[in-house]
C-alpha cells in the first residue's frame, strides 16, 4: 500500500485491528478513502477481525473464507449504494 493509493481509492480494507491501526497512521490528512475492517460491512460482526486461519487448522480456513464472504457481500452491497458511498 502506497499514501498515494488513498488518495485513488474510495475504500481500504483490513482484516484485523493490528493492519487497521497501521492504514490509519498511514493515511495522508487529505486523503479520500474511507478505511475499514472488513467484518464492519457484515451485519452484526462491526469490529471483528477476520479469523485467523494459521490457529485453526484445516477447519480455520472453512471459518476464514465464511468471514471474508460476509465481509465482502456486505461491503459489495454498501457500494451498491452511491448514497452510502459519500463523503
Known amino acids: 500500500m502506497k499514501k498515494e493509493d488513498f488518495h485513488r481509492f474510495t475504500h481500504v480494507v483490513a482484516l484485523d485491528s493490528e493492519n487497521l491501526e497501521a492504514l490509519e497512521a498511514m493515511k495522508p490528512s487529505a486523503a479520500i478513502a474511507q478505511i475499514t475492517l472488513l467484518l ?5 460482526r462491526k469490529g471483528e477481525a477476520v479469523a485467523d486461519p494459521y490457529y485453526g487448522g ?17 461491503l459489495a452491497a454498501r457500494l451498491a449504494k452511491p448514497d452510502d458511498n459519500a463523503r
Do not use: K, P, Q
Open 58 to 74: 484445516e477447519a480455520g480456513f472453512e471459518i476464514t473464507w465464511a468471514d471474508v464472504t460476509a465481509g465482502a457481500r456486505g
Open 40 to 44: 464492519d460491512h457484515a451485519e452484526g
